[in-house]
């Protein structure tokens, strides 16, 4: 039998013809409740799946390449995909965009829909859970390539392109610690399965090896959306000791973090430092400018675009070593602008 089973193999093991088992997935009504159950029975037990695009590549393999995004509103992704697809259009490869909102649960559908596309390859950043590992794996049995960006699920062996998340992390509190800093947040706690990450994961680390520690009311788990940044800064102001400095993971909680800032009459940097990761356009225009971490997003996008055609150029052999690539870990870098100073603790106090 193939690696990947065929309508033929489904029919074989139910017991039927090959037309059968196809009008099992067609015209399922047409068939008796029993051999309508045997075949569906097969098709579970070979991970069936039709090939909705078979007629189309008759004449040789797919030309469209799969990029799952966590978030198609977060620039990070925007910027990523932009420079992505530049590099496919150039060697005449199409880009097909698909969305996990960061759920491996939402993953696993989009993964089997572009699947049934037939992509050549995938780049996925992956969802948090587990729910899209077995398929995964089930997909690189059949041969499809696949590459992780931007975060690696723990144990993962899939090659994969990032940022350096826990040295960027490292920086900023080292950045904030010698500005005077001892009271510093981040914007979301670290959790194996809500926010399991490598810029949470790292930070009260960082703070512990700077002699620091992070207090239990600072720490919730949250996702990385403007609106929980925006009502977690808001609980973290409203404490009777305040952090004198937060970090905002994405550039997006920095969105809900400087609303909340302005919203409690707040002044950057004389109240409050605020340190996010993502150089976004914003940053730069607002008053006074944000200092970030500003990450290498084109640059990454551009190697991992690279590594999947050279793998798709390269022919099966190709395909079998890329398995095994090394993680590849980018620098990120620190960006030093207005909106962070040593703290006045009593100024904090007194707007508070």
Not at 211 to 225: I, M, S
Request: charged share 20%; with cysteine.
């Amino acid at each position: 039998m193939s690696s990947v089973p065929t309508i033929q193999d489904v029919a074989r093991l139910a017991g039927v013809s090959p037309t059968t088992a196809k009008r099992a997935l067609r015209d399922p009504d047409k068939l008796t409740p029993d051999t309508l159950t045997r075949v569906q029975a097969a098709i579970e037990e070979l991970h069936y799946e039709p090939d909705v695009r078979a007629g189309s590549l008759r004449g040789g393999q797919s030309r469209t390449v799969g990029l799952v995004v966590a978030s198609i509103v977060e620039p990070f992704f925007a910027q990523f995909a932009r420079a992505a697809a530049r590099q496919f259009k150039a060697a005449d490869y199409t880009l097909l965009i698909s969305e996990n909102e960061y759920s491996a649960e939402l993953e696993l559908p989009e993964l089997r829909r572009l699947y049934g596309q037939r992509v050549a390859a995938i780049m996925l950043r992956p969802g948090y859970g587990t729910d899209s590992r077995e398929y995964l794996e089930r997909l690189r049995g059949r041969g499809l390539f696949i590459l992780e960006y931007d975060y690696v699920p723990e144990g993962s062996d899939f090659p994969s392109i990032m940022l350096d998340n826990a040295g960027c992390m490292r920086e900023a509190v080292a950045y904030l610690h010698g500005l005077g800093h001892t009271r510093i947040a981040a914007l979301g706690t670290y959790d194996p399965v809500i926010h399991p990450e490598g810029r949470s994961r790292t930070f009260p680390q960082a703070m512990r090896e700077r002699g620091l520690r992070v207090p239990p009311e600072y720490q919730r788990v949250v996702l990385l959306t403007d609106d929980t940044a925006y009502d977690l800064t808001h609980e973290l102001l409203s404490l009777p000791t305040p952090p004198t400095a937060l970090i905002a993971l994405t550039g997006t909680q920095a969105i809900g973090a400087f609303r909340a800032i302005r919203e409690r009459g707040l002044s950057l940097p004389h109240d409050l430092s605020l340190l996010t990761f993502d150089n976004y356009p914003w940053t730069a225009l607002v008053d006074p400018p944000i200092t970030v971490i500003d990450q290498p997003v084109e640059q990454m996008a551009e190697a991992a675009a690279r590594t999947v055609l050279r793998v798709l150029e390269g022919g099966p052999s190709a395909g079998r070593a890329a398995q095994h690539l090394q993680h590849v870990v980018l620098p990120g870098r620190l960006i030093v602008r207005g909106s962070c100073a040593p703290p006045c603790q009593q100024a904090l106090a007194s707007v508070r």
